[in-house]
C-alpha cells in the first residue's frame, strides 16, 4: 500500500478548487482518499462556521466525483477542520489517500495510514472510561489492520463523540472531556498510560497521564468518534515520513529543532526556506498554560478580556513552527486536555524523503 499527500491553499472556507482540479488531472484518485485535515480562517470559537462550511464543500466534491449513493460521504472519509488561521498560518488541507503499491516488507519504514471509528456512544458514556476504552480498541484495530507496530504511531486525529441532549443532563457531555477521553484511549492503546491508571476520576483531573501523540477535537452532534492514525511501517511504500515530539512548554523550539534534524532537515541540509517544499504536514497541539505562567514569567493570554486564550495559543505555537520549517501550512489545534505535559504539547510533522515528492503540492 502507499500513502499519498496533496496540499492545497484555500482562498476562502469553502476554496478546493485546487482539489477539484488535481482529480481532474488524475494527480488524485477520489476512491482512495480516507482523510482531509484543513485549517479554516474562522475564530475557532463554537460559532465559528467556516469548519462547516468546509466539511459541507469538500463532502459535495468528493460526493460528485465517487457517486456515491444512498449513504454520506463521511462514512468512508474523515472530514476534519479546525478554525483557526491567527497569525501567520496559511488557510490549507492535506489530503491522505491510500493507493495500491508494495505490501512486501521492505529494509526502511514509509508512511502508513488507516481510519476508522468507534460504535455509537450514549449522551453519559462522553468523557467516561467507556468511552476512554472504546477509543483505545478502536486505535488498537487500526493500528493492526494497517500493520504498523504502536511504537512507530506518531500521529492519531480524532474527531470526538459527542451526541446531542435534549435537554442536556450528563455533565460530561461536553467539549473538554470529550476531548480529554480521547486522548487517554489514544495513551491507552500505545502503551502511554497504563490500564490501572484509568478511572473516570482521573479524566480533568490527573495531568500527569496524557499521550504525546494524539490529537484529538469534539464535533456537537457527532455520536461516534473518527480516527485517523498515522506512523511509519516497512509494509508501506511511500515517499514520505512522519516523525513526533512534545514541547514541554509553548516556547519549546529545543525539542521541534530535533524533531527536524531526526526527520533530515536540519540546517545542515539547507536553511528553512529551502526546505519548506519537504513538508507535507505540520500538526501541533497548543494551550495556554493554566498555571499562568512560563518559564518562570507571568502570561495573561488566560486573563485577556479582548482576545481568547485559544488565539494566543494557535498564533505563538503556529508562528514558531511556521519560522524553525519555513512554511506557513502548519495545523495547530488549541484545547489539549491530556495532550502531553501542562502548558506544552504534541507535535507530529511529514517530510519527504526524494526529491520527486518535495516539488509536488
Known amino acids: 500500500m502507499e500513502t499519498r499527500i496533496f496540499t492545497g491553499t484555500m482562498q476562502h472556507p469553502g476554496d478546493f478548487s485546487q482539489l477539484h482540479e488535481a482529480i481532474d488531472r488524475r494527480q488524485v484518485d477520489p476512491q482512495g482518499i480516507i482523510a482531509i485535515l484543513g485549517k479554516t480562517e474562522g475564530n475557532g470559537g463554537r460559532n465559528d462556521f467556516s469548519r462547516d462550511l468546509a466539511v459541507e464543500i469538500s463532502g459535495r466534491l468528493l460526493h460528485d466525483y465517487r457517486k456515491t449513493e444512498g449513504s454520506p ?13 491567527e497569525g501567520i498560518v496559511t488557510p490549507h488541507y492535506r489530503v491522505f489517500e491510500i493507493g495500491a503499491g508494495q505490501s512486501a516488507r521492505t529494509a526502511h519504514k514509509r508512511l502508513a495510514a488507516g481510519r476508522g471509528r468507534t460504535r455509537n456512544f450514549l449522551p453519559q458514556e462522553v468523557g467516561t472510561t467507556a468511552m476512554v476504552y472504546e477509543t483505545g480498541r478502536v486505535v488498537t484495530d487500526i493500528i493492526g489492520k494497517a500493520g504498523i507496530d504502536p511504537d512507530d504511531v506518531h500521529f492519531v486525529h480524532i474527531k470526538g463523540a459527542l ?109 528553512a526556506s529551502q ?52 512554511t506557513s501550512t502548519v495545523y495547530v489545534s488549541t484545547r489539549a486536555e491530556h495532550h502531553g505535559p501542562l502548558g506544552g504539547g504534541p507535535v507530529a510533522m511529514i517530510a519527504a524523503i526524494d526529491a520527486d515528492a518535495s516539488s509536488s503540492s
Not at 255 to 261: E, F, H
Open 73 to 85: 460521504i463521511d462514512d468512508s472519509v474523515l472530514l476534519s477542520f479546525s478554525g483557526g488561521t
Open 275 to 326: 526546505i519548506a517544499p519537504r513538508w507535507h504536514g505540520i500538526f501541533a497541539k497548543a494551550e495556554a498554560d493554566p498555571r499562568q505562567m512560563v518559564r518562570g514569567f507571568r502570561h495573561t493570554m488566560l486573563s485577556d478580556d479582548d482576545i481568547g486564550d485559544t488565539r494566543y495559543a494557535r498564533c505563538v505555537v503556529s508562528s514558531i513552527l511556521a519560522a524553525l520549517t519555513g
Open 163 to 271: 451526541p446531542r441532549e435534549n435537554p442536556p443532563t450528563s455533565e460530561r457531555n461536553t467539549m473538554a472531556y470529550s476531548r480529554g477521553a480521547s486522548a487517554l484511549g489514544v495513551a491507552l492503546a500505545l502503551g502511554e498510560v497504563g490500564k490501572g491508571a484509568i478511572a473516570d476520576d482521573i479524566i480533568l483531573k490527573d495531568w500527569t497521564l496524557y499521550s504525546e501523540r494524539a490529537s484529538t477535537s469534539a464535533k456537537p452532534g457527532l455520536p461516534y468518534s473518527d480516527i485517523l492514525v498515522l506512523g511509519n511501517s516497512p509494509l508501506w511504500d511511500s515517499p514520505f515520513v512522519i516523525d513526533h515530539t512534545v514541547m514541554q512548554d509553548i516556547l519549546d523550539t529545543e525539542s521541534v529543532l530535533a524533531l527536524i534534524k531526526r526527520l533530515g532537515q536540519g540546517s545542515l541540509n539547507g536553511t
